[in-house]
């Protein structure tokens, strides 16, 4: 994300650094994978529908041929223990690099200390007891609104 | 045909509830795909979310790994459409409006409070992904070590992957 910052504001210079928050606000705040969100914004600014489409197809492309090509192989050769012990290296890393981010990200709660407790209802229940995410999300995004603005956004 | 049409409405009514982006949505796809549909081990989750970090490009592409696994080509685009359409189509209405409401104090509530459930989600990936992959001391070293790197270091996530494969090869993990 950090890099699409730096070639969307400082090389092609498509938008102002604080239009780039701004919108990058709303594609973190809602649904859907952020930087496909990001194109889809980008691509509906300069030419509407028909720029977020193929904006979104701009994205998507390389990477959905790579993953096919991959998983092709994987299909392929996934059985073979060489393959099986670089996979499990690679996993790994992957598991480390998720969780750095999620700490990374954890750092932002300490301002909103009251905050924590959402984060670890929902790890709990959709990693320990594997309730679906839907009704866990409805459940608990109104009272952790609720908090945010009880304590921490100025009083509901 | 069924795995077709399964991935499209699941995936699809994920994509409307992937608040924080692909990395908190991994938990929901493991559960769709392992538990749910069986259509893999939870090993082999793991390794398609490894392949998935190794590719350039939005993460987003672990839904097109799981389409492929489970249901080939058709399955592969099915997968990346109903994740990527059901949002984009909401983000692309609904752009206008928060351009208006820039600023006010109930937006910033709101960006405040889906925070913690975003990065309780990211924790639960990470957690489900070495559950699945980490068997053994050397594994469980290597992840705490990225942990460290990440947080402490400046080294580009994609050495990192590729210093997990050769260790991986060396018969390590």
Redesign the interface.
């Known amino acids: 994300m950090s890099w699409a910052r730096s070639a969307i504001v400082d090389e092609l210079r498509w938008l102002s650094s604080e239009e780039f928050t ?1 919108l990058f ?13 990001l194109s ?2 980008i691509g ?1 600014r300069f030419q509407g ?1 028909s720029g ?1 489409a193929i904006s ?1 197809l701009g ?2 492309f ?3 041929v ?3 090509t ?3 192989l ?2 392929r050769f ?1 059985d073979l223990p ?1 393959i099986q ?22 750092a ?2 300490l301002k ?1 200390p009251l ?9 709990w229940a ?2 320990f007891l ?1 309730w ?3 009704p866990v ?1 409805l459940a ?2 109104p009272l ?6 009880r304590f ?3 009083g509901a | 045909m069924k795995e077709i049409t399964e991935i499209l409405l699941e995936f699809g ?11 908190t ?4 796809l493991h ?1 769709i795909a392992v ?1 749910t549909h069986h259509w893999m081990s939870d090993a ?1 989750f ?16 672990i839904v ?2 799981i389409g ?2 489970t249901a080939g ?1 058709a399955g ?2 099915a997968a ?1 459409v109903a ?2 359409a ?3 189509l ?3 209405i ?2 206008h409006f ?2 208006k409401i ?1 600023g006010t ?2 937006r ?23 559950r ?4 053994s001391l ?3 070293a ?6 460290l790197i ?2 402490y270091g400046k080294l580009n ?1 994609l050495w ?2 590729g ?7 060396a ?3």
């Not at chain 2, 009514?13 to 924080?20: D, E, K, R, T």
């Not at chain 2, 699945?132 to 068997?135: E, H, I, L, S, T």
Request: hydrophobic share 60%; charged share 5%; aromatic share 8%.
């Open positions: 701004t606000g709303l594609c973190q705040f809602m649904p859907g994978p952020n930087i496909v969100n889809v914004c509906n529908a977020a979104l994205l998507l390389a990477p959905v790579i993953a096919v991959l998983g092709a994987y299909g996934g060489a012990a670089v996979l499990r290296g690679i996993a790994a890393v992957a598991a480390g690099l998720i969780i750095a981010m999620g700490l990374r990200m954890a932002d709660l909103w905050l924590i407790i959402f984060s670890v209802a929902i790890l959709v990693a594997h679906p995410l839907l999300m608990l995004a952790s609104i609720w908090v945010a603005a921490y956004c100025g | 009514a994920l994509s409307l509830v992937a608040f924080g982006g692909a990395g949505v991994l938990p929901e559960r538990e082999t793991s390794y398609l979310v490894a392949i998935s970090q190794a590719i350039p490009g939005p993460n987003v592409i097109t790994l492929w696994h080509l592969a685009l990346t994740m990527c059901p949002s984009s909401l983000i692309f609904l752009m928060w351009e820039r104090r109930w910033l509530t709101i960006q405040t409070g889906i925070v913690p459930l975003a990065v309780g989600l990211v924790l639960a990936s990470g957690f489900i992904v070495t699945g992959a980490d068997k050397g594994a469980f290597i992840t705490a070590a990225t942990v990440v947080l996530p990192l992957i210093i997990g494969a050769i260790f991986g090869l018969g390590l993990v």
